[in-house]
Every structure is written in C-alpha cells, then in structure tokens.
C-alpha cells in the first residue's frame, strides 16, 4: 500500500502562494496517476490538478489552471502542488491522492488546511 502525508498548508493573504507537498511511503506504479484534490466547507471533494507516474502528463480544474502547478520529485517519493495568486475561494482542506490503477485503489493522505483571507 501507498501512506501519503501533506504539508504547507496555512493562512495566507489574497494574491500570496503556498506549497503544498505530499510524502508517499513507497515507490510509485508506472501506471499510478499522482493529484491533489480538495473540500472547501459544504461541499464536495473536487479534483484540482493530476500528474501521471510515468509521463507527468498534468490536468488541471479549470479554476486553478495558470495558477497551480502539479509536480513530482521521484529521488523523494513526493508530489507538490504550487499554489500562486490563492483567491478566498481556494480555501479548503487539501488531500493528496494515489489511484492506482493496477490495484482499482485509491489512497489518501490526511489532508491540510488552506485559508485564504485578508
């Protein structure tokens, strides 16, 4: 199984940036495909940005497009999410997820708080 734990979350002013980062415990699947999602209060988890294992093919929700970036450092097992120019509506608790397709699983981290407010 795949353990993942965030950090970098925390209160930050409108137009300010965060990086997020996301430690897996063990090595990832060629076929595993890397993301960060998040669940702002009254609403449902959404997909913000996805990497993938072998390619690094990224997609992003089109509300954090040109803002957020995804990416992977694979000498540390860890995928980041850079967050620039954060907007009030950014604030959320942010999960890292591993699906892992060859598997049909899903792992999640425990989540870390962003708030983005003046």
């Known amino acids: 199984q795949v353990q993942l734990v965030e950090s970098g979350g925390g209160l930050v002013q409108p137009g300010g940036s965060l990086r997020l980062s996301c430690a897996a415990s063990?090595?990832?699947?060629?076929?595993?495909?890397m993301g960060w999602f998040r669940q702002a209060p009254g609403k449902q988890r959404e997909l913000v940005a996805t990497i993938t294992a072998l390619l690094g093919s990224t997609n992003y929700a089109d509300s954090v497009k040109n803002r957020f970036t995804i990416s992977t450092d694979n000498a540390q097992n860890t995928v980041y999410l850079q967050m620039n120019n954060l907007k009030p509506e950014d604030t959320a608790v942010y999960y890292c997820?591993?699906?892992?397709?060859?598997?049909?699983?899903?792992?999640w981290g425990q989540g870390t708080q962003v708030t983005v407010s003046s």
């Open positions: 997820n591993v699906n892992r397709q060859l598997l049909g699983k899903n792992y």
């Open positions: 063990g090595m990832l699947f060629s076929t595993d495909t």
